[in-house]
């Protein structure tokens, strides 16, 4: 499970980017975070993973309090937490196969015959990956060949195959396409219950949100001023 624990942070002095802010985050369930812009939101998503520094409080991974991990040992706790952007979900030039087996070793391969090197178990395992996401017919295709829906249902993949403890998701929503936004939506929320893993969505669409979340946390001037039932939401968070 995660848990922020009194989590601000000051980008200058004076003003809080985020401010104290405490939230549990248990296991298969998902958080949809939402706030006008400048809320906060992308602050606390990349605090997260110490990608932007936070100033004060605690962040618990399980039993870790990654604010208190020296460099070596916070590359290897990234690994463990995973983002899936809308966008540049994978890398174009790299099939969808190689996509999620990069993932899964931790940087992107530039020889092509590196497959063959590479455990079976290791493979085998990204076939099942690319299998959940329904992306097994294209696993060959090339990342640039695929449409927006399925490029990202390959970072879902990807992201997957580092075998994360916790996902942190951009903007699932903010496809062109509604239906491919709720298919992705639905996709997430599947594998967060079938995996038993906390996830933390940065979620633009407020009805979106309300349909899919089982939780919503609302953000405003970097402080917690809703957190609740997706029906519980009124006009004022
Ligand atoms: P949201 O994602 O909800 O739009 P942000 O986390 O991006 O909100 O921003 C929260 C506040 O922090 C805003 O006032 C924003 O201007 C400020 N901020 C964000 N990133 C930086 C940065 N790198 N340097 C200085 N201020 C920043
Ligand atoms: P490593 O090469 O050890 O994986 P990185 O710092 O490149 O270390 O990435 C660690 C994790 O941080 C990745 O799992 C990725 O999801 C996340 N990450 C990388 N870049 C960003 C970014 N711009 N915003 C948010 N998360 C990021």
């Not at 296991?27 to 939101?41: D, E, F």
Request: hydrophobic share 40%; aromatic share 4%; charged share 25%.
């Amino acid at each position: 499970m995660l848990r922020l624990i009194g989590l601000s942070k000051s980008y200058k002095a004076g003003d809080k980017a985020l401010s104290d802010v405490s939230l549990d985050v248990p296991k298969s369930q998902i958080v949809g975070l939402i706030g006008p812009s400048g809320a906060g939101k992308s602050t606390l998503i990349r605090c997260i993973n110490r990608l932007v520094e936070p100033t004060e409080g605690e962040i618990r991974l399980g039993e870790v309090d990654l604010v208190k991990l020296g460099t070596a040992e916070l590359r290897q706790a990234r690994r463990r937490i995973g983002m899936i952007f809308q966008e540049y979900a994978l890398v174009e030039r790299l099939t969808v196969m190689e996509n999620v087996l990069s993932g899964r070793l931790g940087y992107v391969p530039f020889w092509r015959s590196w497959m063959r090197c590479y455990p079976p178990q290791d493979i085998r395992r990204a076939y099942e990956l690319l299998d959940r996401v329904g992306l097994m017919e294209h696993a060959d295709k090339r990342a640039d060949a695929l449409s927006g829906g399925q490029r990202q249902r390959g970072g879902i993949a990807r992201v997957l195959a580092q075998e994360p403890e916790l996902l942190r998701v951009d903007e699932p929503t903010a496809s062109p396409d509604p239906n491919t936004s709720r298919q992705i939506m639905r996709l997430l929320t599947e594998i967060c219950a079938e995996r038993g893993l906390p996830a933390i969505v940065n979620i633009h669409d407020v009805p979106l949100a309300q349909q899919f979340m089982q939780r919503i946390v609302g953000l405003r001037a970097g402080r917690v001023v809703f957190d609740g039932a997706p029906d519980a939401l009124t006009e004022s968070a």
